[in-house]
């Protein structure tokens, strides 16, 4: 709000006065007054918080700027508060637009501070949501309109501010005796209370580095009281590094540059740091609040921790269980790598008679034909911008919708099932002559919430899902069996793609559940019908 009024700048300073009376009544307000500085004092007490429990500090380069950016802009926030608020305060004036951007704009010093302030404060506030919010689909839906607010907020905000100062610059510049008078009226006409201005505005910013000094010695003072105190952490490959309690897993992790995976930077918001505990020698403490809330969202059993969270006082073995060679660049990326949940539609496809199949021919005769099938079944999913994510042996699951857009997904499912039956009536056509009879497949779509990330050995990775939309469309592929129809649609995906009118539906019992399902039956000609 407050960057968004030195915007209006870009129009005049009278444009900013108009709109400051509106802004200012919420933060002048006492719900407003606690809101803000409670939040300043927060987030101040955090930083030195995290500052005063490290125990050791390397760490990733993004990590360290969030941490150093947290300490400098309490500094360049109490600076700026003296100036504003103090001033309002001790002289009774009203803090205007004339009067705040002449003293922060004429001095060079004082506007390359400001224009500092605004920088970090606000990249600081960007880092922080981008590495909280960037595993969440939706933030991946909407990052570019964010980004665009995020880059055109504080350069409008600057501009307006750079606007208005090169007025008064040129005001101070005609008139000699004006600067002198703006400044005179931030001076109080009470002696004592000029000297506690200037005993403020003088003190204040190197007062807050006292404190962060003091909390950093007591952090070292601490450490070197405990290093006698000392446990081991093993890891599975073999590794061991000792190092003072007090330390969590993740943080003997980076002394001993070990790769550990952090995607949080070690703040319980995700579980990529999470480690196996194979032995312990003792008893660990038991997760706070935080590690616990993270462990039960993934179903982690007993002997698995956040190693950001665990400060172990005993020996013990640990088995990290994310790769670390795992490297997201973006936050695209970083979904995949670490998984997140969100609606796709999935497809299984099954080869109908595949063992009569191999029982009656020769194995090269099976793996030919069996490649030729698999090749076209996979070109549909290519054409139809599905995934190719799990091939069974007989059969292939496919994802749609990836992207999160549902009705995209759930209607190229449905076409490329259509793709399939016609490149399996051309490849019968093609192969008639060597068939008893011709090939044929099964096919389940449905869509739903799934786990969506990447899966596997370390060097072979594919992008997967879990969960119970993947095995129901499972089941509704075995369900064309029973249905007698070559494709069985759920209601869901039939609802997705944003059809006016449903086909007859047909309620149908899936093992594991309790309650019936709507499920759609089609043929090539039926779902062909549909499409069109």
Not at 329 to 350: K, M, N, S
Not at 446 to 465: D, E, F, L, Y
Request: hydrophobic letters at 50%; a neutral charge; one cysteine or more.
């Amino acid at each position: 709000m407050h960057l968004s009024n030195h915007a209006l700048g870009l129009i005049s300073v009278h444009a900013q006065e108009a709109v400051r009376p509106w802004v200012m009544a919420l933060w002048h307000s006492p719900p407003g007054q606690v809101l803000l500085y409670g939040s300043l004092s927060t987030h101040a007490a955090i930083a030195l918080i995290i500052l005063f429990r490290r125990r050791n500090y390397y760490m990733p380069a993004w990590e360290a700027i969030q941490i150093l950016l947290g300490l400098a802009i309490p500094y360049l926030l109490l600076v700026h508060i003296v100036n504003t608020r103090g001033t309002r305060i001790l002289t009774g004036i009203d803090i205007d637009y004339t009067y705040e951007i002449a003293n922060l704009w004429v001095d060079p010093w004082t506007r390359f501070k400001q224009i500092a302030l605004v920088l970090l404060v606000w990249g600081h506030f960007a880092m922080g949501l981008h590495f909280w919010w960037r595993l969440h689909s939706w933030y991946h839906r909407a990052f570019p309109a964010i980004f665009l607010a995020l880059v055109l907020v504080p350069m409008v905000a600057l501009l307006g501010f750079a606007e208005v100062g090169m007025t008064m610059t040129a005001h101070a510049q005609a008139d000699p005796q004006w600067m002198p008078g703006m400044k005179a009226r931030g001076v109080p006409a009470d002696p004592h209370r000029a000297k506690l201005r200037a005993a403020l505005k003088e003190w204040v910013g190197p007062s807050w580095f006292g404190v962060v000094g003091l909390v950093f010695v007591i952090a070292q003072i601490c450490n070197w009281r405990e290093r006698h105190a000392r446990f081991k952490v093993s890891y599975s490959d073999g590794g061991v590094i000792e190092a003072p309690i007090g330390m969590s897993v993740l943080e003997v992790s980076r002394m001993a540059r070990r790769a550990h995976m952090s995607v949080c930077g070690g703040r319980a918001r995700c579980t990529t740091c999470r480690v196996q505990i194979a032995g312990v020698a003792g008893e660990l403490p038991e997760p706070g609040e935080l590690e616990s809330n993270a462990l039960r969202r993934i179903g982690a059993p007993s002997n698995v921790r956040l190693a950001c969270q665990l400060r172990p006082e005993v020996d013990l073995t640990v088995q990290p269980l994310l790769h670390p060679s795992i490297v997201a660049a973006t936050h695209t990326e970083a979904a995949q790598e670490f998984g997140e949940e969100r609606e796709v539609t999935i497809l299984f496809v099954d080869v109908r008679g595949s063992t009569s199949l191999a029982e009656a021919r020769l194995p090269y005769d099976v793996i030919f034909l069996l490649n030729a099938l698999f090749a076209a079944l996979a070109e549909a999913v290519e054409k139809s911008a599905g995934y190719y994510s799990n091939f069974t042996g007989d059969g292939l699951m496919a994802l749609f919708g990836l992207d999160g857009k549902r009705a995209e997904g759930a209607n190229a499912a449905l076409r490329c099932a259509l793709v399939m039956f016609e490149a399996l009536d051309s490849l019968n056509e093609r192969l008639a002559g060597e068939l008893e009879t011709p090939l044929a497949i099964g096919i389940g779509i449905h869509t739903g919430q799934a786990i969506v990330g990447r899966m596997g050995p370390p060097k072979t990775p594919i992008i997967s899902a879990l969960g119970d939309s993947v095995n129901t469309a499972a089941r509704l592929e075995r369900m064309t069996r029973e249905l007698g129809a070559p494709l069985v649609v759920s209601a869901e995906t039939l609802r997705a793609t944003g059809l006016r009118i449903l086909p007859a539906l047909t309620q149908v019992s899936l093992r594991g559940r309790t309650a019936t399902m709507p499920v759609g039956a089609f043929d090539e000609v039926s779902l062909r019908e549909l499409l069109v």
